[in-house]
């Protein structure tokens, strides 16, 4: 039997019945540096757009974009964060790798196994592990299996979460012991962002003495805890275990006990750093900052910030926006204001948690006036809203009825590619419906899917419904067709699609069928 040929790391395979696409670009030499966000936006664009995987390689190829690693860290970061088809994401790897010859950095390839398990599509992320393992056998890190057991974690049972761990800890056995130190770690540190700090003390206490623990394995579990007891025992082993406390350990002990307004234990800690010539870091004083803040003492806080300045230790923004956070919970804006304007005259300009804590204070004061204010004041400073923010904004406009108001920022945020369009869009069509503004509704739904989002099937249907009311089939047929390309509809939608094309005028492009489907899966 001949021998089994080897399989290449990620299998691209073009359909046959065509003629082959053309060659895709050459990489130049020194062809790393000529990625820009031009080309990633391009080739983003092809990628989403293409009807099917042959498509997407002929597009490429026409586009005389070369694919490059750099290039591939730009769009796979726009997949990330525009929630793009993950398949999709796969495919343009892959025929980066087979067709070009590109290795993938590791920032793609863990990006590539995020947007894999988001969409839980767990096959294709452990083939993907697999296959890169097979590759570079030194190129799975333990952050990688951080990405790995983050995204298993997120959707599955810590039992789950475990054996993923044991699965990854096949492909470390040949490597030191610290390697494996380190998977363990990242373990740890998965359970305590995804899962609970309880079930990551269960596992520690499980399996601490298959692998050798160090500092970074008390600062992981120290990192997290509500009660300042669990923390405080974690903090006794570690001494027993002769492992001395550093910055970051003494850091998530004071910020344990002033989010339990423990802040007289807080600040003998801050004495025993001092002792053990641990000087204290910014972190340190704005955790101080905040516990002074639960206690009711945000005058005391602001004082804070002046005797850091005296020690050395000048504050940032997040320091600055701890105390603001304080004034702005005694409800004393002025004070919170005034802070604000002393962050812009020491260099340090507002962020968007800044503005957010006095788009909070408004949003619950029912206050549209102010916030849209302080919204323009944001735009004027090239400052973008988060999405908490965006929908503060957007839930009063929808309570006052501020249509225009809600329109523009829409507007902006699509220019501009801040906030999430999903759960905005949802609260911008109840309000465009309620106010009958079926056009504009069609506008920012049609903007919605051309930037690759998925509409909300409770929008869509009752978008739908009012334009079925108002005869405009048309209108109908165009968003049952944007729909489509993200969701199988009922078959009278789709009939009502066919039926609405097949009145309308050829003008000779009657042959190309609406086969949009994708063959990614």
Not at 189 to 203: F, G, H, I, P, Y
């Amino acid at each position: 039997m001949p021998p089994r040929p080897a399989g290449r790391v990620f299998q691209y395979i073009s359909p046959s019945r065509k003629p082959p696409p053309s060659p895709l670009p050459e990489i130049p030499a020194g062809g790393d540096a000529l990625a820009s966000d031009a080309d990633a936006d391009s080739v983003y664009l092809i990628v989403t757009a293409a009807p099917t995987p042959s498509a997407m390689e002929s597009a490429l190829s026409a586009s005389a974009v070369p694919l490059s690693a750099p290039l591939l860290d730009l769009v796979l970061r726009r997949f990330r964060f525009a929630h793009g088809d993950p398949l999709r994401a796969l495919s343009l790897l892959s025929l980066a790798v087979d067709r070009c010859g590109v290795t993938p950095s590791p920032f793609a390839l863990d990006t590539a196994l995020y947007v894999l398990g988001r969409a839980r599509r767990f096959s294709h992320m452990w083939d993907l592990v697999h296959s890169y393992h097979r590759l570079c056998p030194d190129a799975i890190t333990p952050r990688t299996a951080m990405v790995v057991l983050g995204r298993v974690a997120k959707i599955c049972s810590v039992r789950e979460t475990v054996s993923s761990f044991r699965r990854l800890l096949r492909l470390f056995r040949r490597r030191e012991g610290s390697e494996s130190a380190g998977l363990f770690n990242a373990l740890l540190r998965t359970l305590c962002q995804e899962k609970s700090m309880s079930d990551a003390r269960n596992v520690y206490h499980a399996h601490k003495y298959e692998f050798q623990v160090n500092r970074q394995t008390f600062n992981i579990l120290l990192s997290g805890w509500k009660s300042s007891e669990d923390a405080e025992a974690f903090f006794a082993e570690m001494r027993e275990l002769g492992i001395s406390p550093d910055l970051v350990t003494y850091n998530s002990l004071i910020d344990c006990h002033c989010k339990n307004r423990g802040v007289e234990k807080a600040y003998s800690l801050l004495d025993e750093m001092r002792a053990s010539e641990i000087a204290p870091d910014v972190i340190t004083y704005t955790s101080l900052i905040g516990g002074l803040g639960l206690i009711g003492q945000p005058d005391k806080a602001r004082d804070l910030l002046k005797e850091m300045r005296e020690l050395g230790c000048h504050p940032d923004v997040a320091a600055y926006n701890a105390t603001i956070r304080n004034f702005v919970i005694a409800k004393r804006l002025g004070d919170a204001f005034a802070l604000m304007d002393e962050m812009a005259s020491k260099g340090l300009m507002p962020n968007a948690t800044t503005y957010n804590l006095f788009f909070r204070c408004y949003y619950w004061a029912f206050d549209i006036g102010s916030s849209w204010l302080l919204y323009e004041r944001m735009r004027s400073e090239s400052c973008f809203p988060n999405t908490q923010s965006c929908m503060f904004i957007i839930r009063l406009c929808h309570r006052h009825g501020k249509v225009a108001e809600a329109l523009e920022l829409w507007g902006d945020m699509v220019k501009n590619g801040f906030g999430s369009f999903t759960l905005v869009s949802d609260v911008l069509f109840d309000l465009l419906c309620d106010e009958g503004k079926l056009e504009e509704a069609e506008r920012c739904f049609h903007q919605l899917t051309d930037l690759g989002q998925k509409p909300s099937s409770v929008s869509f249907r009752r978008i739908k419904i009012l334009m079925q009311l108002a005869k405009l089939e048309e209108s109908v047929a165009r968003l049952t067709e944007k729909m489509a390309q993200f969701v199988r509809l009922p078959a009278e939608d789709c009939q009502r699609v066919h039926h609405t094309a097949e009145i309308r005028p050829h003008n000779g492009d009657g042959d190309q069928a609406d086969n949009r489907n994708l063959a990614y899966d």
